[in-house]
């Protein structure tokens, strides 16, 4: 495991960039690293930004031993158990999945155009994301809260009772829909169109 974060006295030393943190937002070049999946626990707040120049930037409330960024393989990992949220941007090409947990709140800027996108999201975790994929698999557990906006060829959703996820701005060709303790979803499908299918309304409720 490569750690490109550790505390607010460390030294990040990564190719071609070595520098202290300090109070000022911390920028750390990780182009290098291809990681195409990102996972986020703790108490966070993390915007994705789609770019082919892939850097991590924290800020001050990130810079401190509460909180560290590290590389497993494709895996880029975020833990922050500080009791104010930490603030971190990821830049990142070709994002495959988003794992986030606890009270972690994860959001995407702009829209991003995907081949495949995974979310897991569990215990209280947020997540907006706005892509348009050719196909989308999600998972949403406990009381976390998924918000989609864009299209995907292929949606494969699996949910539990308490969990909330809006689609109001989404719309999918083929939806496969399920629930994590074996209850059926209720409400109807709206066809628009051949190429626009999506859940009426704007949450999903279970009987």
Known sequence: MKTLFASALAVIIL???AFAVHKAPAVMDIYKIDFTKIVIRGNARVELIQSNTQNVVTYEDASSSHTSITQKGDKLLINSDGVEPANIVVYVRNLQRIDAANTVVVSTRGKFS???LQV???????AYVNAETESL?????????????GSSADH????SKIAKLDIDQFTALKLTAATLDGRILAGNYRYSNALDTAFAGSRIRIK
Not at 137 to 149: A, E, G, H, P
Not at 156 to 159: D, H, K, N, R, S
């Open 114 to 116: 995907l081949a495949v």
């Open 137 to 149: 698999y999600t998972v949403i557990k406990d009381r976390s809260d998924l918000k989609l906006k």
């Open 120 to 126: 897991f999201l569990k215990d209280s975790a947020i």
């Open 156 to 159: 494969t959703l699996a949910i």
């Open 15 to 17: 190719p071609g960039l």
